[in-house]
């Protein structure tokens, strides 16, 4: 799924709602330039009393003041409710 500024603003906006914490373990970071590369793994608790746990893998290009251009990430669901799967890409 592919999604602009405003369509990752409206995941965030959702996932807020759903989310009660959680955290982010990143495992490898690499950057060459203004290419980056990450593999992190996010635990999500939901307000349901859900947790799960998704690894992420991210490539970016950098703005030359350190923001992200482009975002590209693939994820996958290493523990939790099959349904949250859906939370990487839920609006």
């Known amino acids: 799924m ?3 500024r405003d369509s990752f603003a409206q995941h965030m906006t959702r996932l807020r709602s759903l989310v009660r914490g959680g955290h982010i373990e990143v495992h490898d970071e690499f950057r060459d330039g203004s290419r980056y590369a990450d593999r992190h793994t996010v635990t999500v608790e939901q307000h349901n009393g859900r947790t ?3 690894e992420v ?21 290493v523990a939790g409710h099959a349904d949250d799967r859906d939370l990487a890409h839920i609006r």
Not at 57 to 65: G, K, N, Q, R
Not at 68 to 75: A, M
């Open 52 to 54: 799960s746990r998704t």
């Open 57 to 77: 893998y991210l490539f970016a290009e950098l703005a030359p003041d350190g923001r992200f251009l482009r975002v590209e990430e693939t994820t996958l669901l």
């Open 2 to 4: 592919w999604s602009d």
